[in-house]
């Protein structure tokens, strides 16, 4: 398998490394460097390596090791949604980084903790870490960090249904990410952004942003943002009807998570390609999928997802006209959602929960969960038509902002050409002067001295045998002088102005004569 040759020459590498060196310090960051490289289909021999890390910097006594070893050794139980076991370590790693306080590892420890919190759907604690991430990688200044954070913190809105807030985070952060030129980041933000138009069921809109978002990932091969992207379109298809091309889609979204071992996005990819081939009157395919969604989810102790899972599974039901096991799932996706906080699903959820009672001839039920239904689909709707309207404005604000931005550059790139086309006629109109000042000086300078230089020759000539040996040393001085003039004088008349030749970015250079190319190049 390809995986596995790629894993076996990677761990030759990293061995060979290790035995390269006995410096603790060495044997630590070779460690901490390569374990990202390994794939996490191979996470405990990922986790070896960082625990391997850890000891090496706690027998040292090297704190700041200890730290990031700690913080890692969570990121890779947060790879492989372990996240109960990923809390210890990193809440060790932040209790150290604030004892000694080390302000960025403060800031990559609470970011760590804040999608270990997510992940299980506790999003309050998971907002207060985050916005602690959000303060330490602001003191250090970090604005990669910063935008990182801003781009959670509004999937984190995303999830609670308040999609004006996660809107505002997500161009925060986009913003920040265009300045930095940070190519894979403003990819993951327009990947975010399309998942908030999905949900406001602007199909259209989060298309578009879905489309953006793969022609960034095209020249970096961004897996890592292609598998949600994928994910995104493939759900907006399911909305539109378009069977087929959803599970185009999402099969790609899917090949890619179970390649690169990435858990989470599965739980949605199964749920989604189950919801097509129900939709598609393919029930026990739909089924099938729903029950691997379902495991996924409880497996990670992903909330939100088994509550996704449980309202698919019951529609299921519903469809095969099985209401006692319909309701089953209603109800307990009912409950995971209102524990969640997660008010759209939950509203979804008691819906389907006062259809399901009102089959079974339990109407009392099925008066109160529609009750229920209607209070929170009250403030579901409110806050939708409110997130729809404020969601436009800035949109509206950002796009603007954007053209803005375009026209600033071409009118900034005008004013450069103008400056440079001044510069150069300033140039040429110098070059002008000098070179009428030449021909004017080569004129007026070479008149007078033949003159004289005429005058020697008669003196010489008439005074033949009367000069002093002394004078006749004046006379040659004042000939040389004359002569160097005249060289100076003849030199300047064939001054002309310089061959260029352009090359790459217009750029103009002298060009080289012939003879010092074969000098320099040996052409």
Not at 131 to 152: I, R
Not at 474 to 486: A, E, G, V, Y
Request: one cysteine or more; aromatic letters at 12%.
């Amino acid at each position: 398998m390809k995986n596995d040759a790629e894993f076996n020459k990677i761990k030759m590498k990293i061995e060979k490394e290790l035995e390269s060196t006995k410096d603790p310090k060495k044997l630590i960051q070779i460690l901490l460097d390569n374990y990202v490289k390994v794939s996490n289909v191979f996470s405990d021999y990922r986790l070896s390596l960082v625990n391997k890390a850890l000891s090496i910097a706690k027998e040292n006594k090297f704190v700041e090791e200890t730290i990031i070893a700690n913080r890692n050794i969570g990121l890779c139980y947060n790879s492989d949604a372990k996240y109960n076991q990923s809390i210890p370590y990193l809440e060790e790693a932040l209790s150290l980084a604030d004892k000694f306080n080390f302000v960025a590892e403060k800031g990559r420890c609470c970011l760590a903790l804040g999608l270990a919190y997510k992940n299980t759907s506790d999003y309050p604690t998971a907002l207060k870490v985050y916005f602690q991430s959000l303060k330490f990688y602001g003191d250090a200044g970090l604005t990669s960090g910063v935008s990182v954070v801003l781009n959670n913190i509004g999937n984190v809105y995303k999830n609670l249904g308040d999609y004006t807030k996660s809107l505002e985070y997500q161009f925060k952060s986009l913003k920040i990410r265009e300045a930095n030129r940070d190519l894979a980041g403003i990819a993951s933000s327009l990947n975010n952004i399309g998942n908030i138009y999905l949900l406001l069921e602007n199909y259209e809109k989060a298309l578009e942003y879905y489309f953006e978002c793969e022609k960034h990932c095209e020249p970096l091969k961004a897996n890592y943002v292609y598998k949600h992207v994928f994910n995104g379109i493939g759900e907006v298809y399911v909305n539109l009807k378009n069977y087929d091309k959803s599970l185009e889609y999402l099969f790609k979204s899917l090949r890619i998570c179970e390649k690169e071992g990435e858990k989470i996005s599965q739980v949605s990819n199964l749920r989604l390609i189950g919801i097509a081939y129900r939709e598609n009157n393919e029930l026990e395919l739909a089924k099938e999928y729903f029950e691997q969604s379902l495991l996924k989810s409880k497996e990670f102790n992903f909330k939100d997802g088994q509550a996704e899972a449980l309202f698919s599974y019951g529609i299921f039901y519903s469809c095969k006209e099985d209401f006692t096991k319909a309701l089953q799932c209603f109800s307990e996706a009912a409950k995971i959602a209102e524990s969640t906080g997660s008010k759209p699903l939950l509203a979804k959820a008691l819906k389907k929960l006062s259809k399901t009672y009102e089959k079974l001839g339990n109407y009392k039920e099925a008066y109160q969960n529609l009750a229920k239904f209607q209070e929170v689909e009250k403030k579901v709707f409110n806050e939708k038509s409110k997130n729809k309207f404020q969601s436009l404005e800035i949109t509206y604000a950002f796009e603007q902002n954007q053209k803005e931005k375009e026209t600033n550059y071409k009118i900034s790139n005008l004013n450069k050409e103008l400056v440079d086309l001044q510069s150069k006629l300033i140039e040429t109109e110098k070059k002008a002067v000098f070179f009428a000042t030449v021909v004017t000086a080569n004129h007026e300078f070479n008149q007078p001295l033949t003159v004289l230089k005429g005058n020697l020759s008669i003196l010489r000539i008439s005074f033949k045998d009367k000069i002093s040996e002394k004078e006749a040393k004046i006379l040659d001085k004042m000939d040389n002088s004359i002569n160097r003039i005249t060289n100076v004088l003849q030199k300047l008349s064939k001054i002309k102005e310089p061959t260029l030749v352009r090359y790459i970015n217009d750029v103009e250079m002298v060009e080289i004569p012939s003879f010092f190319k074969e000098k320099i190049l040996g052409e």
